[in-house]
């Protein structure tokens, strides 16, 4: 059996040592640079979103999952697949407190249906969604209109290091996290100064490599997709 | 080379004054240790990785044991006992090496007492299952120190002074030589040149003679 796929921060610090025959003497400090590198990773290259089961409130308000640092999609199910959500930036986002109790002011329009203007005759083109959401990064919270009381999924990105138990990464990007952490010390070692553009173009280079490969459909991907916009023909 | 060897040598290599006067131990030891920690240091400069070849280690046989400052809210390490370090210009120091009793990879990095406030709520808090360390005068400080691991007590391997050596302890001693390319015994016999021998003959004489030139 090979080696494993993933691996963790620590190990790849330890191993980035052993390359590059360095002392423990910056292990700290280039361990807090190689979770900034997952971190730039989760948010910039990695396609891994975190997909969880959230709650809508009485009040059609999710509240944000205290990692999510980025939104990837908001869906509910239809006969075993996703149905997703189209964003509307002009859901009214405040609530109404009385007393210690939130809650909705229609006359302010919280809370209120949209109304589509929809065509069922003649010209009536396109379609409009029952789900609309909106997102109050400030307050952490996503709006949501058509649905409330239920459970949906979120689909989101996160920094990628856990605050309980182990961070792991695919063991593939180790490359460009030993670039990153090369280029970053430039920054604290003084001879590497005058080396600082050439350690981040190889950084850069390590990340293309990388999203390349993560991007990359493979051939069976490239058939389905030729198939897909193809029409059957008689063949003679 | 053993410790009374090393210093034998030197003894023998310096010039002979009368009889009774002679240098004691105690001069030439600091002469020796003086030069050694130098050359600890020119080796260190040279490639910092190399220096691992000159320390002792203790903790072997019992481990040295970790103590909860509960006042301070630290867990800490003192040096053996009647041992010191030599300091080095990097966060190791003298202690080039903290470990665990059961030797199972790096468990153990150096911090300096700014890392080790910096730290806090950290990514490397997060992520990181390892302990720092902080070298002070009087003790090892630690980060991160597991109840576990501070039960069992750890391992180190510390670079301590020519004068902390045991009679009989070997004494690696860096045969790097200076830029005049004078090694360790020229270093040392330069030192001592200007230094007179000390009368210990108990003969109530108070100048020390010195010795005539054969003649040709």
């Known amino acids: ?232 023909a008689p063949i003679r | 080379m053993i410790k009374q060897e090393l210093r034998s040598t030197i003894k023998n290599l310096l010039q002979k004054y009368t009889e009774g006067a002679e240098y004691h131990n105690e001069i030439i030891d600091r002469a020796i240790e003086r030069v050694i920690n130098q050359l600890y240091t020119a080796t260190f400069l040279a490639s910092p990785l190399s220096i691992q070849r000159y320390v002792k280690r203790f903790g072997g046989t019992t481990a040295i044991p970790v103590v909860l400052d509960a006042v301070a809210g630290i867990y800490y390490s003192s040096y053996p006992t009647g041992y010191s370090i030599v300091p080095l210009p990097d966060k190791s120091s003298g202690v080039r090496r903290v470990s665990t009793v059961a030797q199972a990879g790096i468990t153990f990095f150096p911090m300096d007492q700014r890392e080790l406030e910096l730290v806090n709520d950290s990514y490397f808090e997060n992520v990181s299952d390892k302990i720092g360390y902080v070298v002070t005068q009087d003790r090892v400080e630690y980060y991160g120190m597991t109840v576990p691991i501070a039960t069992a007590g750890v391992r180190m391997d510390l670079l301590i002074p020519f004068s902390d050596y045991g009679e009989n302890d070997e004494v690696l001693v860096p045969e790097i030589p200076d830029k005049s390319n004078i090694g360790f015994t020229d270093m040392v016999l330069t030192i001592l040149s200007v230094i007179q021998p000390i009368e210990t003959k108990d003969d109530n004489l108070t100048e020390t003679t010195v010795p005539q030139k054969p003649k040709q």
């Not at chain 1, 249906?113 to 069922?120: C, E, G, K």
């Not at chain 1, 952490?181 to 990340?207: C, F, G, H, N, Q």
Request: charged share 20%; glycine share 6%; aromatic share 12%.
């Open chain 1, 1 to 232: 059996m090979a080696t494993n796929a993933l691996i963790d921060i620590n190990t790849i610090v330890t191993r980035f040592l052993l390359k590059y025959k360095l002392s423990t003497e910056d292990a700290v400090i280039y361990t807090e640079h190689c979770a900034n590198c997952v971190r730039d990773f989760h948010l910039y290259d990695s396609p891994n979103v975190v997909s969880e089961k959230i709650a809508i409130s009485a009040l059609g308000i999710i509240e944000m999952p205290g990692d999510m640092v980025g939104f990837n999609g908001l869906f509910s199910t239809t006969e075993g697949e996703l149905w997703s959500f189209t964003e509307r930036d002009r859901i009214v986002n405040t609530t109404t407190f009385t007393g210690a109790v939130e809650g909705q002011d229609s006359a302010f329009g919280e809370g209120a249906v949209l109304n589509d203007p929809r065509s069922d005759t003649y010209g009536g083109l396109g379609g409009v969604n029952d789900y609309y959401y909106t997102i109050d990064w400030k307050a952490r919270r996503i709006f949501c209109e058509g649905i409330k009381s239920t459970t949906v999924l979120l689909r989101y990105t996160t920094s990628g290091v856990e605050t309980s138990g182990v961070t792991y990464v695919p063991e593939f990007i180790t490359p460009m996290l030993d670039a990153y952490m090369l280029w970053r010390s430039s920054y604290w070692i003084p001879p590497m100064v005058r080396e600082r553009e050439m350690l981040e173009k190889d950084y850069t280079k390590a990340e293309a490599k990388v999203r390349t490969l993560i991007n990359a459909m493979t051939a069976d991907q490239w058939r389905d997709l030729l198939l897909s916009i193809t029409s059957q």
